[in-house]
T-cell receptor
């Protein structure tokens, strides 16, 4: 079956702009989590959605937001981009019940100039 | 979730076994040990996980000590494609906690 799909793969934006990233989870998975990876901070949890509701949130400013649709697809939005938002943004999906492994997409590489 | 400690980097000769240690001395009874691997610029991939018994699959073996305070990931015959960062993660079981806490991981370099 198809894996986790993230679009776009690469993105260049200017400071102050906003950006929306998309994640399509594995079919049947209801949980989608987002992570930010930078060389300095490593992999950090942003938020998790389950059945269209945000279930967990990491320690990121309000400029980072997300949502999940009824088909489990998720989007994350970053407003008023800063240079420090340049990172690899990873989406992970899991079916959401019990203790199951998370399946990651290839990520979206965001560069803010 | 319990904190984990891993060596920053390790080298291994191609064809040899790679043994990657992880310390999780504060692990609690309902926490699983997960190993994820991240090949350069790709998303992490779960290799193996376990609760208390040793586990083996087609990719690796996981040895968990009896007191569960440490574990070892074993790649029995390392190849160049195993060069990656390996993350040991301890995570509570059950619903409601989906966040994975990634540490710095171990950068494994497989040498030809």
């Amino acid at each position: 079956k198809a894996g986790v799909t993230q679009t776009p793969r690469y993105l260049i934006k200017t400071r102050g702009q906003q950006v929306t990233l998309s994640c399509s989870p594995i079919s049947g998975h209801r949980s989608v989590s987002w992570y930010q990876q930078t060389p300095g901070q490593g992999l950090q949890f942003l938020f998790e959605y389950f059945s269209e509701t945000q279930r967990n949130k990491g320690n990121f400013p309000g400029r980072f937001s997300g949502r999940q649709f009824s088909n489990s697809r998720s989007e994350m939005n970053v407003s008023t981009l800063e240079l420090g938002d340049s990172a690899l943004y990873l989406c992970a999906s899991s079916w959401g019940g019990g203790d199951t492994e998370a399946f990651f997409g290839q990520g979206t590489r965001l560069t803010v100039v | 979730d319990a904190k984990t400690t891993q060596p920053t980097s390790m080298d291994c000769a191609e064809g040899r076994a790679a043994n990657l240690p992880c310390n999780h001395s504060t692990i609690s009874g309902n926490e699983y040990v997960y190993w994820y691997r991240q090949i350069h610029s790709q998303g992490p991939q779960c290799i193996i996980h376990g609760l208390k018994n040793n586990e083996t699959n087609e990719m690796a073996s996981l040895i968990i000590t009896e007191d569960r305070k440490s574990s070892t990931l074993i790649l029995p015959h390392a190849t160049l494609r195993d060069t990656a960062v390996y993350y040991c993660i301890v995570r509570v079981a059950g619903t409601g906690r989906r966040a994975l806490t990634f540490g710095s991981g171990t950068r494994l370099q497989v040498q030809p």
